[in-house]
């Protein structure tokens, strides 16, 4: 089945034409996929603020102002920055940090992909629609020239976008273990503090390795019962806050003002500034709304959230704050955080469901780690690694093996090593801030160079939304000590791989570039290419989008022998989230026709899915069948292409989509139709039999006919990949750090990866590798 159909069915609910049935079903089914993590931090966020560095005293200062920043924190982050802003700077659809980084780079040409060509501008997503009467402005085309001009800011953006990924790859494993320890943590209400300690982890540890190991199963199983999770917990805490309001405190209202902070910091000061970054943790989860937009539109995640989010965390938390503003004798220090405010009778329902909507949550921001990862490993930043799709209808859901375990015991050392929601906390907080101020930072640029917007509006963005973040971000780089360096260390762990692993593959393509054989060399070997010419595909690989990789010259010169049908295929990655079906295949000739040599260029998006290899081969061929039934002659005297097709130095390539794009163009069939057909003779008695399909109109001519032929014989003889298996060293008089991160660095991350082979999903029978040294 196809994988992406799912996509280019769901992709429609981002138009406006929406009606609003589907708009409320998205909203209903975003509650469980967006929300889980931010609707669980009411059960930690009282608590890491009183942890330690402020007192919960008589006066109730404290306790007023840590819910005024609260509900200004929600008020101005989530649902002004995030719903009303953030999700307009959608890229097709597609959210998150690696979105505004993919726009960037098609409005400034700032792009870290190698294999970049003109033709790729031309995919129908490619440039985001700008309203015509808004041109880009002075400050803005310097800005561009700027960017364009030195390859230094093309790499501090590159970077800037791998912090943001490294970040949600640390939120993947601290938000587990917080989510899950402090729901667990209502247990510590039933027993002594010197017993539950004894009890929170096992279960907390227990419960991590039950969602980590029945993550291959995949989402879509259970995936229908988020929904009522999320929706039953917010229910829960925002009808246990009213209870407590009218109970506890009617007047609590009269904390949201502003004079509260104020009043706050005057108290405590030093002390209350630390303390922010427990307040902060109530916003942890809302880079989600942003992050999850391809799979609902923005108007369903606006509904969901101005209207049943935002209210119910508000009323949790004003009737937390209303309850500890009549208990200010708390008897044990861990008393203070949110099991102390339900009511007796209620906490253990309450447990159960605190526990479900926290593992709901944890696989939420467990999908999006895989899908970030995905991103990066799409765009060259992340070694080769195995890609599992968990569902064949719904697009997204990937199950990675080796980050899965790798996130698992990550978030055991966690939860076993730190056995506090403080330290967590302190953890967590830092991951969420660190998020939020790359994407201020590169919306910044977008509204300059994507939105054609005024300076000013950029300006005022970033002082808006960068001088809180930045006081929230403070706070949390003050607790380094107290459990911060954790996302520290992580992110630099996972920096450092990307990055190597990133410049390993520049340096590596850099030298294929260099020592790549010209098309004329190929010519001039003659109709046969001075080879014996056998039956057969073969599908060269190559990272090249032009000219002959070494490694063809570097096989023919020890092997003179090749197959009948020559194929240069090149899968390659473009800095948008999908390319349509309609374009995925780039096809065009090397050389007259008689040489039956083609170069193909496979065009995925970062979010794209890739096909298994039995499909894979299908659409390749198909594609170039479809290629040479529509060519009537490769160039028209004045050079351009006698169809109109796209030129790749020098050489006329021709968009072609999937088969399902072209029913009524040149099909694979294994059956025996009565329909206009060109069949292949038995070669060797073979049992599958290979027939295209063709069209009667309009009628192709002998030539092309001949060609469909052979290539028709070669299919049903077997496609065999050629792929090159590349040995990367530094050259003699590199400097030593180039060394270390080629000979060690780069080395030790391509052995320890998936072969190539993995990403093609070939299989093994039909691969010849071919061994070369690249010196770099």
Not at 422 to 436: D, E, F, H, Q, Y
Not at 514 to 519: G, T
Request: hydrophobic share 45%.
């Amino acid at each position: 089945m196809d994988l992406e159909s799912g996509f280019h069915q769901n992709h429609q609910k981002v138009r406006w034409k929406q009606s609003w049935r589907t708009v409320l079903t998205l909203a209903y089914q975003s509650l469980g996929v967006v929300y889980g993590d931010l609707s669980t931090s009411p059960l930690y966020v009282f608590k890491s603020t009183f942890a330690e560095d402020i007192q919960h005293s008589e006066t109730n200062e404290e306790i007023f102002g840590a819910l005024s920043f609260i509900f200004w924190t929600l008020t101005l982050v989530p649902l002004l920055k995030y719903v009303f802003i953030v999700l307009k700077a959608d890229d097709n659809g597609e959210g998150g940090t690696f979105a505004l980084y993919s726009l960037l780079c098609r409005h400034a040409r700032v792009s870290s992909l190698p294999n970049c060509q003109l033709a790729d501008e031309e995919l129908s997503s490619y440039k985001k629609e700008t309203p015509d009467d808004l041109a880009l402005t002075s400050f803005g085309s310097r800005l561009k020239s700027t960017l364009e001009k030195h390859r230094v800011l093309h790499k501090f953006l590159l970077v800037l976008a791998l912090v943001g990924a490294c970040m949600v790859i640390g939120d993947g494993v601290l938000t587990p273990a917080l989510s899950v320890f402090s729901a667990v943590s209502g247990v510590e209400l039933a027993m002594a503090k010197e017993h539950h300690k004894y009890v929170e982890v096992p279960v907390a540890c227990i419960i991590l390795i039950a969602l980590f190991a029945l993550q291959h199963y995949g989402t879509h199983r259970v995936g229908h019962l988020f929904a009522p999770v999320v929706i039953l917990w917010l229910l829960c805490i925002s009808s246990i806050g009213v209870y407590n309001i009218f109970h506890w405190n009617p007047h609590i209202y009269k904390a949201l003002s502003p004079v509260h902070m104020y009043n706050f910091l005057r108290k405590t000061k030093t002390r209350g500034w630390k303390s922010l970054g427990g307040i902060l943790l109530c916003i942890t989860g809302s880079e989600a709304m942003f992050a999850d937009l391809g799979h609902f539109s923005q108007l369903s995640i606006q509904i969901a959230f101005t209207s049943f989010v935002y209210p119910s965390l508000i009323l949790a938390y004003m009737g937390q704050a209303a309850y500890l503003s009549q208990h200010h004798v708390i008897e044990n220090d861990y008393k203070i955080g949110f099991y102390i405010s339900v009511p007796e009778n209620l906490r253990v329902p309450v447990l159960l469901i605190a526990v479900l909507a926290a593992v709901v949550g944890s696989q939420a921001i467990i999908t999006g780690t895989f899908s970030i990862i995905k991103q990066c490993y799409s765009l060259g930043c992340f070694p080769r690694v195995k890609i599992v799709h968990t569902s064949s209808k719904f697009h997204g859901q990937i199950y990675i093996p080796e980050i899965n375990w790798i996130l698992m015991m990550l978030c055991l050392a966690v939860t076993i090593g730190f056995r506090d929601t403080k330290r967590m906390g302190n953890a967590s907080g830092l991951v969420v801030i660190t998020v939020m101020l790359v994407t201020t930072c590169l919306m910044s640029l977008v509204i300059v160079l994507c939105w054609h917007q005024s300076v000013f509006l950029a300006i005022g963005f970033v002082v808006l939304f960068g001088t809180i973040e930045a006081l929230y971000f403070s706070a949390s780089l003050i607790k380094f000590l107290e459990g911060a360096w954790v996302p520290i260390a992580l992110s630099f762990i996972f920096m450092l791989v990307m990055y190597v692993w990133h410049y390993g593959t520049i340096k590596k393509y850099e030298f294929d570039v260099q020592n790549k054989v010209s098309v004329d060399w190929l010519l001039s070997l003659g109709p046969t290419l001075g080879i014996v010419r056998v039956k057969g595909i073969g599908l060269v690989h190559t990272e090249l989008v032009s000219g002959i990789p070494a490694i063809f010259s570097h096989f023919v010169t020890n092997l003179p022998a090749f197959h009948q049908v020559l194929i240069f295929l090149c899968v390659k990655s473009v800095p948008i989230p999908h390319v349509r079906h309609e374009e995925r295949f780039l096809v065009g000739h090397i050389g007259p026709r008689e040489h039956r040599v083609y170069r193909c260029i496979v065009r995925y998006g970062y979010r794209d899915v890739h096909k298994d290899d039995v499909e894979f081969e299908k659409d390749l061929v198909c594609s170039v069948a479809e290629f040479i039934r529509k060519q009537k002659d490769s160039t028209t005297p004045d050079g351009l292409s006698a169809n109109g097709e796209l030129y790749n130095d020098g050489e006329a390539m021709t968009v072609v989509g999937t088969p399902s794009t072209h029913l009524e163009g040149v099909q694979l069939r294994m059956d025996d139709q009565e329909v206009q057909e060109i069949r292949a003779s038995p070669i060797n008695q073979v049992e599958k039999r290979v027939r295209f399909v063709v069209p009667e109109s309009p009628k192709i001519d002998d030539g092309s006919r001949a060609e469909l032929r052979d290539l028709m014989e070669a299919r049903e003889a077997g496609v065999a990949y050629i792929l090159g298996h590349a040995y990367v060293k530094a050259k003699k008089g590199s400097s030593l750090v180039k060394k270390v991160f080629i000979n060690v660095g780069y080395e030790f991350l391509r052995r320890n990866s998936r072969p190539p082979t993995d990403s093609l999903s070939v299989p093994h029978a039909s691969t010849l590798e071919v061994g070369m040294a690249y010196h770099v």
